[in-house]
């Protein structure tokens, strides 16, 4: 599922933004995180440290649907120089296991990872 495009924002050396929205009680949370912290898994699975992210884990203990924005203004898009994608999926946290393991093994502030599993990608720029 996931595209060369993709793969070349997440790998570019300039580091970017990811923006991760969950739906709270009465509105929607976002948080950030960077595109060089996030893993992708041989399954097209996206891994990504945890440090804090409380509100973001209460939300998807209710509900586990997320979405997601990654972009780079240094990568080629449609277009012109610059693109981004919007990703929708589900999501939960693990503390435990192989992905848990590696993630804290390149990233020992964690105390999670956040697991996503894509069921959309947009290349919207």
Known sequence: MLNDKLLE???HPADG???IVTQGIDMPHVVNTWNSYVHITEDDTLLIPVGGMKKTEENIERD???KLTIG???VQGKTYKGTGFLITGT???IEEGT???M???KFPWSRAAL???IDTLENTL
């Open 9 to 11: 924002v997440l790998a």
């Open 17 to 19: 933004e990811v923006a």
């Open 64 to 66: 586990n649907r997320v």
């Open 72 to 74: 780079s203004r240094e």
């Open 91 to 93: 999501a939960k946290f």
């Open 99 to 101: 992905e848990f393991d």
């Open 103 to 105: 993630i804290k093994g």
């Open 115 to 117: 697991e996503i599993t």
